[in-house]
């Protein structure tokens, strides 16, 4: 760029002698005129005049020649320029498109990795997260990124603050945290870059410990992590062997040998997914009698493990698979139900709650094809009920609203999830016909450590009250908060103080 700006001064300044000459010329031709007019053609004036002209002609054609070349020289100049320039863009976007295809392969490789990972920087801001990190916060990612790590966190922000000073002096950090869905973590904080006593940032990366591992040695048991996750109930990971056998187990199912896709559609056309279900228990004398349970999912593992949710849910959001997870419950949850009441003609249909991706949520060839299943297999759709995540009736009011009406005229209820998760308020369920609100977990296992929190769930129950809307609580872990529960007038609980999920036969083999 700096010599072309040259390049064009100096032609500008060619520009201005050439003017010069040619003004120069025009002067001696109109002095020529002027002479020959007053000397009255006088001969010896006219050949020294002519001369002196000439001599002026020779001069501007000369330089006219001269500048001709070097313009001629100096656009070949200007050409090649062009072309290295050219080259140089088209080298450099190249590079932007590497770079751009590798950034999207780390991105793919990041989200689908099943514990939550974050980049907290000096200033314990969230630059970078992956979808598992979005899950466990339950924040819309828009309002992760760049924000407060305290302000993310919440309660659990004082006890991992110190470890984060530790982080930030270069050191490697270990450490157990108990997560607010009552989930037990082994968290990491890894400096970057690595060497250094002041180093940018560090990645926070939360290994749950309930989630079975992949060596021998561990076991594992009962979990409640739901279709869209919900807490797990305490194992261990005994040793950083076993971690990272775990992490190469998953690592291997998800991205090793076998593409993720096809390894998902096998698990759908085979039947290799799992039905569990949890209770949710009653706190009045409800309407129905039969009982009601949230239905769960997990993935068979070889060796008998079982995977849950947040180890493929991400997998299939990538690969636009969820909706066929979906349409997989529905279908198998009903043919189940059906088959157990051929064969037990006494046997009653309990109320079903199925989560639904946000694929499925307001997709009216979703809403079609689960009518033409409670009509083909002959399922009470009052016994089906769907749930929604207050995210989706934020983000898709509409669509939600179309998927409800959808469904409501054949029966089917439909259930907030998460409420209060984004913001205390009803004005986003206005035109949305649900039937229960499920109180998001963490205000209810922050309700006696701040009377603010009791507050908020007194007025969530009085305005469901007044709508006619059901409330249930979930994240329900002792005696203490059911009652409390109770005496606030919650209608349902759910959470391991009450029930833990397991196979759907065997859970409703415990049914009252």
Not at 333 to 349: A, C, E, F, V, Y
Not at 457 to 468: H, M, Q, R
């Amino acid at each position: 760029m700096k010599f072309l700006f040259k390049l064009s001064l100096f032609l500008s300044k060619r520009r201005v002698k050439t003017m010069l000459s040619v003004l120069l010329t025009l002067t001696l031709g109109l002095m020529v005129i002027a002479t020959i007019y007053f000397t009255l053609f006088d001969l010896q004036w006219l050949a020294f005049l002519g001369g002196i002209l000439f001599a002026a002609v020779l001069s501007m054609a000369s330089q006219a020649s001269k500048a001709e070349w070097l313009i001629i020289r100096r656009t070949t100049q200007l050409e090649r320029v062009r072309e290295e320039v050219k080259r140089e863009a088209a080298r450099r976007k190249i590079s932007e498109d590497a770079m751009r295809a590798t950034d999207t392969r780390m991105r793919m490789v990041f989200d689908l990795m099943p514990s939550p990972i974050m980049f907290v920087d000096r200033d314990l801001r969230i630059h970078d997260h992956n979808t598992a990190a979005k899950t466990l916060t339950r924040i819309p990612e828009v309002r992760i990124e760049n924000q407060l790590l305290r302000d993310i966190v919440g309660a659990q922000y004082t006890e991992i603050l110190p470890h984060c000073r530790e982080a930030l002096t270069g050191t490697k950090v270990e450490y157990q945290i108990l997560w607010p869905n009552s989930e037990l973590y082994r968290v990491k904080h890894v400096p970057h870059p690595a060497g250094t006593d002041h180093p940018l940032g560090f990645y926070m990366i939360m290994l749950s410990m309930n989630i079975p591992a992949a060596t021998p040695a561990v076991k594992s048991r009962d979990s409640a992590e739901s279709h869209s996750t919900h807490a797990d109930a305490h194992a261990a990971i005994t040793s950083d062997s076993g971690e990272t056998m775990y992490l190469h187990s998953i690592g291997e199912q998800l991205m090793g040998g076998d593409d993720p896709r096809s390894k998902l559609i096998r698990a759908i056309e085979r039947d290799e997914f799992i039905l569990y279900a949890q209770k949710i228990l009653p706190l009045k004398s409800m309407p129905f009698d039969h009982g009601c349970y949230e239905i769960l999912l997990r993935l068979k593992e070889e060796e008998d493990n079982l995977l849950p949710p947040g180890g493929f849910i991400p997998v299939a959001e990538r690969y636009g698979l969820t909706q066929e997870i979906d349409r997989w419950v529905i279908r198998t949850t009903l043919g189940w139900s059906m088959q157990q009441k051929r064969d037990h003609p006494d046997w009653d249909i309990p109320m079903y709650c199925v989560n639904l991706s946000e694929s499925s949520v307001g997709d009216m060839e979703f809403a079609r094809y689960v009518r033409t299943e409670l009509q083909r297999s002959g399922f009470p759709a009052s016994q089906l009920c769907f749930e929604i995540g207050e995210l989706d009736t934020i983000a898709h009011h509409e669509n939600v609203a179309h998927f409800i009406a959808a469904l409501k005229p054949v029966g089917c209820r439909f259930t907030v999830d998460s409420f209060g998760s984004i913001k205390l308020s009803f004005a986003h369920l206005s035109g949305l016909a649900v039937d229960f609100i499920k109180i998001d977990g963490v205000l209810i296992q922050n309700l006696f450590k701040t009377p603010m929190m009791m507050t908020k769930l007194k007025a969530i129950v009085s305005v469901c009250e007044k709508l006619g809307v059901h409330t249930i609580a979930e994240f329900v872990e002792d005696d203490k908060t059911l009652a409390a529960l109770k005496d606030v007038g919650i209608d349902y609980a759910q959470g391991f103080g009450i029930d833990r999920p397991g196979p759907i036969s065997k859970a409703l083999d415990k049914k009252a």
